[in-house]
């Protein structure tokens, strides 16, 4: 009797450890996932009645205004021959000098500055020759920004004059919001350009213009992230957004409320994590050389500086400063659909006049459509993480431990007896 009981005990202690043994393990594996703090996603569809109206940027491919140039400088051109009349009759039949630069000069365009935008470039006037809004009218109120410069390749080739609507990268001011489109498509504004296309600069360059639509928040260079527009063309570029909520450190996400800290900076500063990144580049470049390179698109008015002038002092700040630019912890993607028609085609009873073959015309249209919000929430919750714990500890040490131990000795007799019998 004294060593069932004995046996009895040891089965219960055993047993009892190993129980707690198991909950002790499950308990830490469940809390060494939660301090990871992972989260889920979630879907949420909206049907908002109005959002943030994009920024534009526009660039004329052109560059330079040919007339200008000849007017400010005379001895760098020259009078065009006939074989280049010939070969390109919109330097000469349409203009009132046939002037043209002397081919050494073409290569200013790769070194365009924006004092020689200013001086000799198309001024924003001669580009954007009119701007509607059948929504709203205090978007003609807010004046285009620039001029400022961008490239068609980061080494700082092919430059270009730019203009900038709607944008506010590095600006007091909030966005623009613009109303939703109803039932019938309504453009949230139509600008019409003239792209000049007498006083081309390079004899063959194709005149258009370079335009990307893009957050407001954000600096842009069209040629990387825009369309290319030729005149006598209308373009309908309808716009729909999708959202992204992040959340913040200790959470895995690990983003930047960059809304919070410009506030905090009296609303100065970048928005989002691009524009951060761009503003670590351009402090750099200001600290060592005290210019700017072609590809920042932190807004500035700097002097452009060579790639050669990237020292180690300069990357060692940019790489510092980069890595603390988080992601952003909302985030808004523009989703753009663009329809390319002639001009020509939306005249339905008169005959095109000339000018619609010179002209550009572009209509803004905030589509009416669902916005998707992916929101990223914490997968456990203090008070779920709370049941859990009670969960295992019911698993693990909710059993009888008085049965466990009565029925561990009938096994035990059972077994113990077949031995006995198997051996008699």
Same mark, same amino acid.
Request: hydrophobic share 35%; aromatic share 12%.
């Given at each position: &009797?004294?060593?069932?009981?004995?046996?009895?005990?040891?089965?219960? #202690?055993?047993?009892?450890?190993?129980?707690?043994?198991?909950?002790?393990?499950?308990?830490?594996?469940?809390?060494?996932?939660?301090?990871?703090?992972?989260?889920?996603?979630?879907?949420?569809?909206?049907?908002?009645?109005?959002?943030? &109206?994009?920024?534009?940027?526009?660039?004329?491919?052109? +560059?330079?205004?040919?007339?200008?140039?000849?007017?400010? $400088?005379?001895?760098?051109?020259?009078?065009?021959?006939?074989?280049?009349?010939?070969?390109?009759?919109?330097?000469?039949?349409?203009?009132?000098?046939?002037?043209?630069?002397?081919?050494?000069?073409?290569?200013?365009?790769?070194?365009?500055?924006?004092?020689?935008?200013?001086?000799?470039?198309?001024?924003?006037? !001669?580009?954007?020759?009119?701007?509607?809004?059948?929504?709203?009218?205090?978007?003609?109120?807010?004046?285009?920004?620039?001029?400022?410069?961008?490239?068609?390749?980061?080494?700082?080739?092919? =430059?270009?004059?730019?203009?900038?609507?709607?944008?506010?990268?590095?600006?007091?001011?909030?966005?623009?919001?613009?109303?939703?489109? +109803?039932?019938?498509?309504?453009?949230?504004?139509?600008?019409?350009?003239?792209?000049?296309?007498?006083?081309?600069?390079?004899?063959? =360059?194709?005149?258009? &213009?370079?335009?990307?639509?893009?957050?407001?928040?954000?600096?842009?260079?069209?040629?990387?992230?825009?369309? $290319?527009?030729?005149?006598?063309?209308?373009? =309908?570029?309808?716009?729909?957004?999708?959202?992204?909520?992040?959340?913040?450190?200790?959470?895995?996400?690990?983003?930047?409320?960059?809304?919070?800290?410009?506030? %905090?900076?009296?609303?100065?500063?970048?928005?989002?994590?691009?524009?951060?990144?761009?503003?670590?580049?351009?402090?750099?470049?200001?600290?060592?050389?005290?210019?700017?390179?072609?590809?920042?698109?932190?807004?500035?008015?700097?002097?452009? @500086?060579?790639? !050669?002038?990237?020292?180690?002092?300069?990357?060692?700040?940019?790489?510092?400063?980069?890595?603390? @630019?988080?992601?952003?912890?909302?985030?808004?993607?523009?989703?753009?659909?663009?329809? !390319?028609?002639?001009?020509?085609?939306?005249?339905?009873? #008169?005959?095109?006049?000339?000018?619609?073959?010179?002209?550009?015309?572009?209509?803004?249209?905030?589509? *009416? %459509?669902?916005?998707?919000?992916?929101?990223?929430?914490?997968?456990?919750? %203090?008070?779920?993480?709370?049941?859990?714990?009670?969960?295992?500890? +019911?698993?693990?040490?909710?059993?009888?431990?008085?049965?466990?131990?009565?029925?561990?000795? %009938? &096994?035990?007799?059972?077994? =113990?007896?077949?031995? *006995?019998?198997?051996?008699?």
């Amino acid at each position: &009797m004294v060593t069932t009981k004995i046996h009895t005990e040891s089965v219960q #202690d055993l047993f009892l450890t190993f129980c707690f043994t198991g909950f002790f393990y499950q308990s830490f594996t469940f809390l060494s996932h939660i301090f990871q703090y992972p989260t889920i996603v979630d879907i949420r569809i909206e049907n908002p009645q109005q959002i943030e &109206m994009p920024a534009l940027t526009f660039c004329d491919n052109n +560059g330079v205004n040919r007339k200008k140039f000849c007017s400010k $400088f005379p001895d760098r051109c020259m009078e065009a021959d006939p074989d280049l009349c010939f070969k390109y009759p919109s330097y000469c039949e349409f203009n009132a000098t046939t002037m043209v630069p002397q081919p050494e000069y073409y290569s200013l365009i790769n070194e365009l500055t924006v004092e020689n935008v200013s001086e000799f470039g198309h001024s924003v006037e !001669e580009l954007l020759i009119n701007r509607e809004s059948l929504l709203q009218n205090n978007l003609l109120d807010i004046q285009p920004e620039g001029p400022f410069v961008r490239a068609k390749h980061f080494t700082g080739k092919g =430059r270009m004059g730019c203009y900038s609507l709607y944008s506010v990268a590095d600006s007091p001011q909030g966005a623009e919001m613009q109303q939703i489109s +109803g039932l019938i498509e309504v453009p949230a504004v139509i600008l019409t350009f003239d792209v000049n296309e007498e006083e081309e600069f390079i004899p063959g =360059r194709k005149t258009g &213009m370079y335009l990307s639509v893009h957050s407001p928040y954000m600096g842009n260079n069209p040629t990387e992230k825009g369309i $290319f527009m030729e005149p006598g063309k209308t373009y =309908r570029i309808y716009v729909n957004t999708d959202r992204e909520m992040l959340l913040p450190y200790p959470y895995e996400t690990d983003c930047l409320n960059y809304t919070a800290l410009w506030e %905090s900076r009296n609303r100065t500063g970048p928005r989002i994590q691009e524009m951060c990144k761009h503003k670590c580049l351009l402090d750099a470049t200001a600290k060592y050389d005290n210019c700017s390179f072609i590809f920042t698109l932190f807004p500035n008015d700097l002097e452009i @500086c060579d790639l !050669e002038k990237a020292s180690d002092d300069f990357l060692e700040d940019y790489n510092t400063c980069k890595d603390l @630019c988080k992601d952003d912890c909302a985030k808004t993607k523009y989703n753009l659909n663009v329809q !390319e028609r002639f001009t020509r085609d939306f005249i339905f009873d #008169d005959q095109p006049s000339e000018n619609q073959t010179k002209l550009i015309k572009v209509e803004i249209i905030i589509e *009416k %459509s669902e916005v998707i919000t992916f929101l990223h929430r914490p997968q456990y919750l %203090s008070v779920e993480a709370f049941s859990y714990i009670g969960g295992f500890i +019911g698993v693990w040490l909710g059993i009888s431990l008085v049965e466990v131990a009565d029925f561990a000795d %009938s &096994m035990f007799r059972i077994i =113990r007896y077949a031995f *006995k019998k198997k051996d008699t």
